[in-house]
C-alpha cells in the first residue's frame, strides 16, 4: 500500500514543498480563514518580483498549496491577482503586490460593487507590500499619494487610440 497525497503539518513546509528555498517568504496572512504568502520571486533573468501562495486545509487536517503565481515587470507599483474559490461558492481575488514608490501612501481597490476596500500596506524587510481580496469583475486598483492624489491607478484611465 502507497500513501499519497500527504498534507504538510504547517503552510510554510507545504509552502517550501513546491518552492525553490530562494522564494523568501516576506508576509505571511489569512483572509478569510484560507492562509497566503507573499514572497521574492526571482526570475532566470535576475529580476526579484513579487508571489502569492494560498493554502487549503487547517492545522489539523494539514495543508495543501491551492494556487501560486509571481510577477515582476520593473514598475515601482506592481499589482498581480489570483482567484480564490470560497466556502460560501464565492470566488474573490486576493490582490498583491508590492510598492517601491516612496510617495505611495495609500492603495484602494474598487470591487464589483463599485465599493472602495482599502488594501493593507506592510512594510517587510524587502519592500513595502500590500493586499487585499475582493469581488471582481475587472482590476481596479488605485494608489494614492499625502496629499490624496492620484499617482498610478489600473486600469490607467488614459487611453490611447492608434490609428
Known sequence: MSVTGCKSKTVEEEFYKSHKKSREIVYQGTVLERPFILYKAPFDNGNVGIGAAVFDGS?????SLSSSNSLY???KFLVDTTGINFKDNVRRHLIFGYIDDPDIIRVEMIDKYNQVIDATIIQTNWKRVFYGLVEIHELKVIAYDKNNRIVTEIP???????S
Open 156 to 162: 490607467d484611465r488614459i487611453t490611447s487610440i492608434e
Open 73 to 75: 515587470d520593473g514598475n
Open 59 to 63: 492545522d489539523r487536517k494539514g495543508w
